[in-house]
């Protein structure tokens, strides 16, 4: 079971952090990520992030704006935010891949099956 929390009304620029709490599988185990959805769109990649926490991945435009951890001692993973921008408006989705080494290649919702209900992020301009 995943549950996301943290979204909500945010000025453009500013930050928010989510977090996603696990529980009920090895969770601990598993690649963990976050996708993003807005309204009239598909579903898309914005980071994931290997058992550890050493090793993460990140779709291009979120590079160096959004930073994705995870604290396995409190079944938490966390997407940080900052610089938001409008079109970064979305329902946001955490989401347990599998146990693998090659976290780098879960990016599609495919590769995920195990997903949380979303929280809401709203960037005004």
């Known amino acids: 079971q995943l549950q996301a929390s943290g979204g909500g009304l945010v000025q453009a620029g500013g930050s928010l952090r989510l977090s996603c709490a696990y529980s009920?599988?090895?969770?601990?185990?598993?690649?963990m990520g976050w996708f993003r959805q807005a309204p009239g769109k598909e579903r898309e990649f914005v980071a994931n992030?290997?058992?550890?926490?050493?090793?993460?991945d990140y779709a291009d435009s979120k590079k160096g704006r959004f930073t994705i951890s995870r604290d396995n001692a409190k079944n938490m993973v966390y997407l940080q935010m900052n610089s938001l921008k409008p079109e970064d408006t979305a329902v946001y989705y955490c989401?347990?891949?599998?146990?693998?080494?090659?976290?780098?290649?879960?990016?599609?919702?495919?590769?995920?099956?195990?997903w949380g209900q979303g929280t809401q992020v709203t960037v005004s301009s």
């Open positions: 989401a347990a891949g599998r146990i693998t080494s090659v976290y780098y290649i879960l990016r599609a919702v495919r590769d995920y099956d195990y």
């Open positions: 009920g599988r090895t969770f601990s185990s598993y690649v």
């Open positions: 992030i290997n058992w550890s926490g050493r090793n993460t």
